[in-house]
């Protein structure tokens, strides 16, 4: 019998959970450096979400989700749910962070970018060895703890389609749906009115036979004789031709996003359309009229208000950002002012349906691109180098010290001038490090910078920055995404002290480093007047100022990196061309002022890159280096036919574990076989700043040691 509870009037499909002041980053590194107990940091989490519950009813939403809390990754909490835990990780002292951030005898799971999102989860390793088996503790038990502070809660799960494709492994889901079932009957049993599931892979191209898995997965758990109502969410894009699908089985509500996808043709009549019209990842306010419009353009039985995708992806509240500017704030929205935005709508007075107002904006300029000359010549004219040259990524280990003279110095208790003192020692510090370590390229460490974003913006026109606007990335990492709001323009250079005064210290050539526009751009809130391209052009255009100033400074090797160029990636294969021809157009506009003697390198990590290696060799950099070790090489099946310097990272720096000599030898060996090794580099997978330095100096030893060996042999 199909359930018969009536949809909330107003709801949104998920909130950030890392706490306003960063409270659960916190708890999550005080336990793992033992300075706390599991009892402690869960705690902490009971907090974050009663506060949570407690605040969204306060702001009168009417639909409260739970399971949307987890003290690392959704995705990780699915994979627990199903009981798909790799045999290697159940004997560890805590399985689910070993998955997450590996231990000194077990390397992590893999990590990559959720859709187009800066936001990182962790892969589920799922093989034909898996056996599924329901672990409901978690959403059962965050629907009890709701209950007694007396909220009833929608449980928020990924869905079976969703979790199998991730993990490469759909052929699974006749298996994956049995534990399933079981959640929805003891949802059931415990009073759940409604169920999410999130099924944000159905707004990407599907096959035939993937939309056939669809209907399948959603015929047999609307079956269920015993069950929630179920609400399947797909956030990021529309739906397209999967809509028809789920439409045709026994969902009672479905979630659009109405703000990348458009109204549906299709008549829902018969669902509750769980319309996404306020904005979950952006910052910008909503225009009411247009969303007025849209929602009363939906064909269904019930339409209810909601946020296009978890509010995840933006800040808790402009409550906490006195400092800007009352003109900019006006104009702005976070998590909080979102959820208004939403039960304002909802109470609102809908117009009868009609078209829905167009958003007008300029066509882009023209781009004249400067051409570097041929990758040989260039490379003849470069640097001369060791086989199988050693650098790192950029950052060092940012210690507390530092953090705390940059806070000093923003409160105004430490002189400007006794900050830069302190920055230029700790240059000293890292360039003496890597002499004695023996890596062939250094760098100085960023040791001045906050974010390798957000020290851009600050020193761009046309940015805003904020206080408290964190956003979780990953685990314990959250960033303050800067809000783009004007035209763009460097009125001063911004790296080129650092870089000249590195130099100085050293006889080894260091990097110059810079963050690539499409990185700036994808890693900010950006303006919504322009297109998406004008804005990354114009960012370009600053960077190509600093590039011509590092090199008139005399620095030789100027790496620009774009660790956001996979992660922008439209997931409609149709409109991906476009993208990556003007991405890899912003790239080589941002470079084309080096002149052949210049070595520019770029980097990318996390971000299933080798699904776009094309555009990345035509971003014509002389040296790419790229995430390979956390995700076991897989890149090199890709790279045979890549027409300049790589360098697939052989330590993976997200997990506090040292990589032994072997194990870094192995991967380069692996290497060689897929590249010339005249082309190949060695590298971290990315920088170093979340390591510690007895950590940094641990592994990098160990790469150097297993790159001599190698270098001997060949």
């Given at each position: 019998?199909?359930?018969?509870?009536?949809?909330?009037?107003?709801?949104?499909?998920?909130?950030?959970?890392?706490?306003?002041?960063?409270?659960?980053?916190?708890?999550?590194?005080?336990?793992?450096?033992?300075?706390?107990?599991?009892?402690?940091?869960?705690?902490?989490?009971?907090?974050?979400?009663?506060?949570?519950?407690?605040?969204?009813?306060?702001?009168?939403?009417?639909?409260?989700?739970?399971?949307?809390?987890?003290?690392?990754?959704?995705?990780?909490?699915?994979?627990?749910?199903?009981?798909?835990?790799?045999?290697?990780?159940?004997?560890?002292?805590?399985?689910?962070?070993?998955?997450?951030?590996?231990?000194?005898?077990?390397?992590?799971?893999?990590?990559?970018?959720?859709?187009?999102?800066?936001?990182?989860?962790?892969?589920?390793?799922?093989?034909?060895?898996?056996?599924?088996?329901?672990?409901?503790?978690?959403?059962?038990?965050?629907?009890?703890?709701?209950?007694?502070?007396?909220?009833?809660?929608?449980?928020?799960?990924?869905?079976?389609?969703?979790?199998?494709?991730?993990?490469?492994?759909?052929?699974?889901?006749?298996?994956?749906?049995?534990?399933?079932?079981?959640?929805?009957?003891?949802?059931?049993?415990?009073?759940?009115?409604?169920?999410?599931?999130?099924?944000?892979?159905?707004?990407?191209?599907?096959?035939?036979?993937?939309?056939?898995?669809?209907?399948?997965?959603?015929?047999?758990?609307?079956?269920?004789?015993?069950?929630?109502?179920?609400?399947?969410?797909?956030?990021?894009?529309?739906?397209?031709?999967?809509?028809?699908?789920?439409?045709?089985?026994?969902?009672?509500?479905?979630?659009?996003?109405?703000?990348?996808?458009?109204?549906?043709?299709?008549?829902?009549?018969?669902?509750?359309?769980?319309?996404?019209?306020?904005?979950?990842?952006?910052?910008?306010?909503?225009?009411?009229?247009?969303?007025?419009?849209?929602?009363?353009?939906?064909?269904?039985?019930?339409?209810?208000?909601?946020?296009?995708?978890?509010?995840?992806?933006?800040?808790?509240?402009?409550?906490?950002?006195?400092?800007?500017?009352?003109?900019?704030?006006?104009?702005?929205?976070f998590a909080e002012e979102k959820v208004a935005e939403v039960v304002a709508l909802a109470a609102a007075d809908r117009p009868?349906?009609?078209?829905?107002?167009?958003?007008?904006?300029?066509?882009?300029?023209?781009?004249?691109?400067?051409?570097?000359?041929?990758?040989?010549?260039?490379?003849?004219?470069?640097?001369?180098?060791?086989?199988?040259?050693?650098?790192?990524?950029?950052?060092?280990?940012?210690?507390?010290?530092?953090?705390?003279?940059?806070?000093?110095?923003?409160?105004?208790?430490?002189?400007?001038?006794?900050?830069?003192?302190?920055?230029?020692?700790?240059?000293?510090?890292?360039?003496?490090?890597?002499?004695?370590?023996?890596?062939?390229?250094?760098?100085?460490?960023?040791?001045?910078?906050?974010?390798?974003?957000?020290?851009?913006?600050?020193?761009?026109?046309?940015?805003?920055?904020?206080?408290?606007?964190?956003?979780?990335?990953?685990?314990?990492?959250?960033?303050?995404?800067?809000?783009?709001?004007?035209?763009?323009?460097?009125?001063?250079?911004?790296?080129?002290?650092?870089?000249?005064?590195?130099?100085?210290?050293?006889?080894?050539?260091?990097?110059?480093?810079?963050?690539?526009?499409?990185?700036?751009?994808?890693?900010?809130?950006?303006?919504?007047?322009?297109?998406?391209?004008?804005?990354?052009?114009?960012?370009?255009?600053?960077?190509?100022?600093?590039?011509?100033?590092?090199?008139?400074?005399?620095?030789?090797?100027?790496?620009?990196?774009?660790?956001?160029?996979?992660?922008?990636?439209?997931?409609?294969?149709?409109?991906?061309?476009?993208?990556?021809?003007?991405?890899?157009?912003?790239?080589?506009?941002?470079?084309?002022?080096?002149?052949?003697?210049?070595?520019?390198?770029?980097?990318?990590?996390?971000?299933?890159?080798?699904?776009?290696?094309?555009?990345?060799?035509?971003?014509?950099?002389?040296?790419?280096?790229?995430?390979?070790?956390?995700?076991?090489?897989?890149?090199?099946?890709?790279?045979?036919?890549?027409?300049?310097?790589?360098?697939?990272?052989?330590?993976?720096?997200?997990?506090?574990?040292?990589?032994?000599?072997?194990?870094?030898?192995?991967?380069?060996?692996?290497?060689?076989?897929?590249?010339?090794?005249?082309?190949?580099?060695?590298?971290?997978?990315?920088?170093?700043?979340?390591?510690?330095?007895?950590?940094?100096?641990?592994?990098?030893?160990?790469?150097?040691?297993?790159?001599?060996?190698?270098?001997?042999?060949?």
């Amino acid at each position: 019998m199909s359930p018969t509870a009536v949809f909330p009037a107003s709801t949104v499909l998920g909130y950030p959970r890392i706490g306003p002041r960063r409270e659960l980053k916190r708890a999550l590194e005080s336990y793992w450096a033992g300075r706390s107990t599991r009892a402690e940091l869960d705690r902490v989490g009971a907090e974050l979400r009663e506060r949570t519950w407690r605040r969204l009813a306060e702001l009168g939403l009417d639909g409260l989700p739970s399971n949307t809390f987890s003290l690392y990754d959704h995705v990780l909490d699915t994979a627990v749910l199903l009981g798909a835990v790799p045999k290697r990780y159940r004997d560890a002292a805590d399985p689910y962070f070993a998955m997450a951030r590996g231990t000194e005898e077990l390397a992590p799971l893999r990590m990559t970018k959720w859709f187009d999102t800066n936001y990182h989860y962790i892969v589920p390793e799922i093989g034909p060895e898996t056996v599924f088996e329901l672990d409901a503790a978690k959403p059962l038990g965050e629907v009890r703890e709701a209950r007694a502070l007396g909220y009833e809660t929608r449980p928020v799960v990924v869905g079976p389609v969703t979790f199998l494709l991730l993990g490469g492994a759909l052929d699974r889901l006749d298996d994956v749906l049995g534990p399933y079932e079981e959640l929805l009957a003891a949802l059931a049993a415990e009073g759940v009115a409604w169920v999410q599931l999130d099924e944000p892979a159905l707004v990407g191209d599907r096959t035939p036979e993937e939309l056939d898995a669809v209907r399948r997965a959603y015929e047999r758990l609307g079956a269920v004789t015993a069950r929630p109502a179920l609400l399947v969410a797909a956030p990021y894009g529309d739906l397209g031709e999967a809509l028809p699908v789920l439409a045709g089985t026994p969902v009672e509500a479905v979630g659009l996003d109405l703000v990348r996808g458009g109204v549906p043709a299709v008549d829902l009549t018969g669902k509750t359309v769980v319309a996404g019209v306020v904005s979950g990842r952006d910052v910008w306010r909503t225009s009411q009229e247009r969303a007025l419009a849209t929602l009363a353009a939906v064909r269904a039985s019930r339409v209810t208000v909601s946020t296009s995708c978890s509010l995840l992806h933006v800040p808790y509240t402009l409550a906490a950002e006195p400092g800007l500017d009352p003109a900019l704030k006006e104009r702005l929205a976070f998590a909080e002012e979102k959820v208004a935005e939403v039960v304002a709508l909802a109470a609102a007075d809908r117009p009868a349906a009609g078209r829905i107002p167009e958003v007008s904006v300029p066509p882009a300029a023209p781009v004249a691109l400067e051409e570097r000359g041929p990758y040989a010549v260039r490379a003849a004219a470069q640097l001369t180098l060791p086989p199988l040259p050693t650098t790192t990524i950029g950052s060092f280990p940012q210690t507390g010290e530092l953090r705390a003279a940059r806070a000093a110095v923003v409160a105004g208790t430490l002189p400007q001038a006794d900050y830069e003192q302190r920055v230029e020692a700790e240059i000293e510090r890292v360039i003496r490090l890597q002499e004695r370590l023996g890596l062939d390229v250094l760098v100085h460490g960023e040791p001045e910078r906050n974010d390798m974003v957000q020290y851009f913006a600050e020193h761009l026109d046309g940015f805003a920055v904020t206080g408290n606007g964190w956003v979780q990335s990953y685990g314990s990492r959250c960033t303050r995404p800067p809000i783009l709001h004007g035209d763009v323009t460097r009125p001063a250079p911004i790296t080129v002290r650092w870089a000249t005064y590195a130099q100085s210290l050293t006889d080894r050539p260091v990097k110059g480093m810079l963050t690539g526009p499409v990185t700036i751009v994808a890693w900010s809130f950006v303006r919504d007047d322009l297109p998406l391209r004008d804005v990354v052009f114009q960012v370009a255009d600053a960077i190509r100022d600093e590039v011509r100033d590092l090199e008139a400074a005399g620095v030789r090797i100027i790496q620009v990196d774009e660790p956001a160029l996979r992660e922008l990636l439209p997931l409609r294969r149709a409109a991906q061309s476009d993208y990556l021809e003007w991405a890899v157009a912003a790239y080589r506009r941002a470079t084309s002022g080096a002149s052949d003697h210049t070595q520019i390198h770029t980097h990318l990590c996390y971000s299933d890159a080798d699904q776009i290696l094309a555009a990345i060799d035509g971003l014509d950099a002389d040296v790419t280096t790229i995430e390979s070790a956390r995700s076991g090489g897989r890149i090199l099946g890709s790279v045979p036919g890549f027409g300049r310097g790589l360098g697939p990272g052989v330590y993976d720096i997200h997990s506090p574990r040292v990589p032994a000599v072997d194990e870094v030898e192995a991967l380069l060996r692996r290497t060689v076989e897929a590249l010339p090794v005249e082309r190949v580099w060695v590298n971290p997978d990315c920088g170093l700043k979340t390591r510690t330095y007895e950590e940094v100096e641990a592994s990098l030893t160990n790469v150097i040691t297993a790159t001599r060996r190698l270098r001997a042999e060949l």
